[in-house]
């Protein structure tokens, strides 16, 4: 005997990046701003990220590569573990990731890959309050989900240890 279990995942979805709320749209451009200082001359895809922390200050990050590819590190990864390594006793609101690539116009929204999934969920966890994800491509819809929990069922935490 089995049963099914369904995990549902919720994604708010904008049209267009004006019709955001002011602090998402400005976290987002932030975001903008970071991705042109990303290093990316291996895949030339740039992604920026933008955290916005509770007492208001701003952490931004681009994605790092190196000729040893795997030494490399994501957008999100930069700027949380700068954020958490500078500020580690003040909880993440929200963070806004966005990207470009020099062979097409992204038009749907960047989504997090699950390392980065996994890091930010910790400080969702450690800090008990969801973390909100804005997420979108060069152009095109934005899509905001409340939670990490929602890019990340069956989490893994620390609670399992
Ligand atoms: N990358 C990010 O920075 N964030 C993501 O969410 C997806 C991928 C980077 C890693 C690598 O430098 C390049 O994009 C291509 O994978």
């Not at 042109?36 to 895809?45: D, Q, T």
């Not at 000729?67 to 795997?70: D, S």
């Not at 020099?102 to 992204?106: A, P, T, W, Y």
């Given at each position: 005997m089995s049963k099914k279990i369904k995990i549902n995942t919720e994604f708010e979805v904008f049209?267009?990046?004006?019709?955001?709320q002011k602090e998402d749209k400005d976290l987002l451009l932030l975001a903008k701003k970071a991705m042109?200082?990303?290093?990316?001359?291996?895949?030339?895809?740039f992604v920026g990220a933008a955290l916005l922390m509770e007492n208001g200050v701003i952490v931004t990050g681009n994605n790092q590569e190196n000729?040893?590819?795997?030494s490399g590190l994501c957008a999100e990864r930069v700027a949380i573990y700068h954020a958490s390594s500078q500020h580690p006793d003040v909880k993440i609101k929200a963070i806004a990731v966005t990207a470009r690539t020099?062979?097409?116009?992204?038009n749907t929204p960047v989504s997090p890959c699950g390392s980065c999934r996994q890091s930010m969920s910790e400080y969702e966890v450690k800090f008990k309050t969801p973390i909100k994800i804005i997420m979108m491509g060069q152009e095109g819809p934005v899509y905001i989900s409340a939670s990490i929990s929602n890019l990340l069922p069956l989490t893994f935490t620390s609670e399992s240890l």
């Open positions: 049209d267009y990046i004006n019709d955001l042109e200082n990303a290093y990316a001359p291996y895949s030339n895809f000729a040893a590819y795997p020099d062979s097409k116009v992204l």
